[in-house]
């Protein structure tokens, strides 16, 4: 061993205690006859010093020659400071060094080490290696650790069984695209990296292990947008012999004892709200219901005036802004040149600002008089000095827009607290979701998502209004979890694939072995899968999915650090029986 | 929940309650006037009773329809059986059926549900969902989730940290065959799939993260020997500032833990030995210990006489086989037979038997008088009763012959007791092993190993005795982990690139960012990497490893079960630029 102890765990009780520490050099502070050292490593810094009275002069001279981040080894004696340091936890002590050993060198790092680095995104991950040696990398990556032993613990409990399914598997056409992996030992034939074990641990149902979960690596090779990977981590669980309530109950103790555990917040009973609630009232199926700012759906108060544009508007619908009324006519401007820009997309905003004496100045003042006005306050929940915005046109576009405007403003008002947790189950989603480019409907969750019990024969006639037994787990306005009751019988299951255009010859091809498999016995069944990369970010209080991956990759799918994909040479394509086809 | 209780849970405790029990009928046995069905589900069985007193008609008839593995669900009152069945946790009682549900009906299967069943490999392979609802399969998966849980609290608590590393990296032709990922973003260019996450785990060393590890899915193109899986899972380890007696301590520990919790073995400290000591006296670098039969070299008291077969031999050696005297002449012929055998290859073999009396009688009296072949008992360590088999030629090839029959005698003596474990340390292994094929030496174990300090010389004049920082987890005959102290200088890792053949281009192309972040101040580190489905099939007291993976491929690769690989249509191919080049 190298050391005796760590960087981070010398206190005043080790005083006179001579000790071995081994780290990196964070930086030196040289007086000429005195010369300290901030040495790091994992679990914290510890300060060396090195002066002419104590140290002999081929120390001080060998102790000049380091740089940053050289990795060196010490031998010494734990002293007092003369001036102590409270913001460092081993700060009340210094080592008197008396061997120092250069383990190795280092060039000098082409950004600073620090909690806060120099160096840009790309860069950044170029040198990951240097990046994790950041506290806020580094702890973001024990964290996730944490988080996931915490899961492990608690489902075992449970009476889960972690199963590992296989990654080599079969491409199946459904869903984003796959990653495909040519196999040499069957000429033309290709497995598929799974985009989740979903086939895989349906069949662990009917095989009976009725509580299966796994931590498992899942790929998509999707157009990345920002914050996403083609290769991502689920927790993956399902459960058989039960129904949808008991799955709810059975992951909102997971997530509870996470919040719990990790965090430290106590959250007696998360909140459920259907699919169409959540349109109706957040016009968005994750709501961040950290704050207020209900919708509230004017039609009945704000048309059949002589205002056209609400007149022949399908939804008139506000929110209350907090205190909005503080807006200055500038700042109003702005929101509405905010809901016009085209990521957006609204035609223009109407307002009413709700004065501290009870009255009411809105920018439609000559179509509604008080009592209207204050009809909108009433339905919007608004209060003397908010601020009411209304939005109007197309019901779905003009919710998703004022959805949009809700989280620009909450974002503004500081509402969306990330030490603040606010979980929702929204249950009941629709079966179908309506593709206008293929002009037909798709699954909205998947095609194994069983539809709620008596609506099946809907399928014909509306199609759309089919509910399934759906849900999603919403935390701080993210999807964190989503899941079903999978339908568990081949005939209702063959149905399905039928009515989303599969051939009987397609869906036997890809799925042939599932439905043989509900023929032998398939219990009822059901599940749920989080994406640990959002959810870990999230219970760290963060957004951004990056910092919580050791080594991600960049929006173009590459590797930065490694330099991947890249090339590989004729005799590996050919003996894989492929040749390139370039484009360009 | 379609249950109150499970199958496995009720005792005569629970007499008089009213349950819900769901699960899948074992059997029926239908007298007529009365009908039992085992209903089984993952933690047991209950037994179900209609009679024609207590039940109505209808239920009757209802139970009759019931065949093996329907999936039902009984409402019912736990009563006292008449007659109990000691043999099942739950023979105390039974159930007084008043409500019957069939939740889904099954084909016959098309093998038993039992322990031992009637289907074969490939037929329990294509239903593996119905295979693992078997007791043996099933208790297997748990087992290994048990384990898996053991090790990761065990490292947890060790202050290891679990840090998934990318799927998607680059290719390297160094070793097995890479599995490899066209890329569709990065048109003609390839992500493969990791052998090990082995340069990923020294980054992380060079980042800070001095104790890390990882249970992880590896893919090798390889073709499969028996028991080889395309994919298997690794405990992956390595760690920071620490030597290789370090490495040892901790991860025998890791074992030592296991072996203790996991099968209730306490091994005290784990015996140790060099690769050149173990090849000696066992002829090979991962000897099963549980038993004795070391070699005797008889190069010293066999040579020289008249026998020219063992004067012209390199090497001459011998094993004692206990209470071997027993063995009939026919016995004795069939082993030399067996060491004939092409697999083996040894041109024959000679034999002593040590009689009960002290005299000797071997198959070369002619050559050796009594007092030779009781020097030859001395050295082999054979006693009255046993039997010395001689084996003679080339020293590599003879000591793996000797070896191979060690095994086999053993086997058949049951000195192989699965119930008994014997760990053992390998160290000292060469850096370099000799490729006939390619005339060239390769990496033992891999390009990062470290040499033994003041061996690097030696590279140049006697490649072959350098001997490496690496070592070997061997336990009952099986290796279950390697590893190494690795190079963490650039300088030396270049050399070692240079030497096995890579040009500066090649090793800048494959491995540059390693050499690079070896400039940044690496720390040295060391590791070790565990098979984890060999390691849990061994502590189950088993050899092959397919029974404790939950979806298996065969021999060639395939899953049977959902027929992958397959053919993908031309769209996905020319998507991914590419184009079959089918040699067939």
Known sequence: MFRSHT???????????????????????????????????????????????????????????????????????????????????????EILVSELIVLNKSLLPPFTIEDQTDGGEELRMKYRYLDIRRNPVKNNLIFRHKVTQHVRNYLTNEGFIEVETPYLI????????????????????????????????????????????????????????????????????????????????????LIGYLLKEVNGVTVEKFPRMTYEEAMQKYGNDKPDIRFGMGFGELNAVAQHKDFNVFNQAELVVGIAVPNGNEYSRKDIDKLIDWVKRPQVGALGMVYVRCNDDGSYKSSVDKFYNQDDLAKWAEITGAKKGDLICVLSGNATKVRKQ?????????????????????????????????????????AMHHPFTSPKSGQLELLETNPGDVKANAYDLVLNGIEIGGGSIRIHDKKTQALMFDYLGFTKEEANAQFGFLMN???????????????????????GGQETIRDFIAFPKNNSGRDVMIDAPAPIDDAQLKELSLKLDLKS
């Not at 960087?7 to 040289?30: F, M, P, S, Y």
């Not at 981040?69 to 004696?77: A, L, N």
């Open 7 to 93: 960087c981070g765990e010398l206190r005043d009780t080790h005083i006179n205690k001579e000790v071995t520490l081994a780290g990196w050099v964070q930086k030196t502070r040289d007086k000429g006859f005195m010369l300290w050292i901030d040495l790091r490593d994992r679990y914290g810094i510890t300060q060396l010093i090195f002066d002419e009275e104590r140290s002999s002069q081929t120390l001080m001279e060998q102790a000049k020659t380091l740089g940053r981040e050289f990795v060196i080894q010490v031998k010494g004696t734990v002293i007092e400071r003369t001036s102590k340091n409270p913001n460092l936890p081993s700060g009340d002590i």
């Open 402 to 442: 004022l959805s949009a405007l809700r989280m620009e403003l909450a974002e503004h008002l500081g509402l969306r607290n990330p030490k603040e947790f606010a979980p929702l189950w929204i249950t009941d989603f629709p079966l179908l979701e309506w593709d206008e480019d293929a002009k037909r409907y798709h």
């Open 170 to 253: 079969k491409s199946t056409p459904e869903g984003a695209r796959d990653f495909v992996v040519p196999s040499r030992m069957n000429e033309g034939q290709f497995y598929a990296l799974p985009q989740s074990p979903q086939t895989f641990k349906q069949l662990l149902m009917v095989g009976g292990i009725d509580k299966y979960f796994q931590i498992v690596k899942c790929f998509r090779d999707e157009d990345l947008r920002a914050d996403r990977q083609p290769e991502f981590t689920q927790i993956d669980c399902e459960m058989a012999f039960v129904e949808q309530e008991d799955i709810l109950n059975v992951f909102e103790g």
């Open 517 to 539: 498999a509900f023929e032998y016995g398939a219990p009822p069944h059901g599940g749920i899968a989080f994406g640990l990369d959002r959810l870990v970010a999230i219970l």
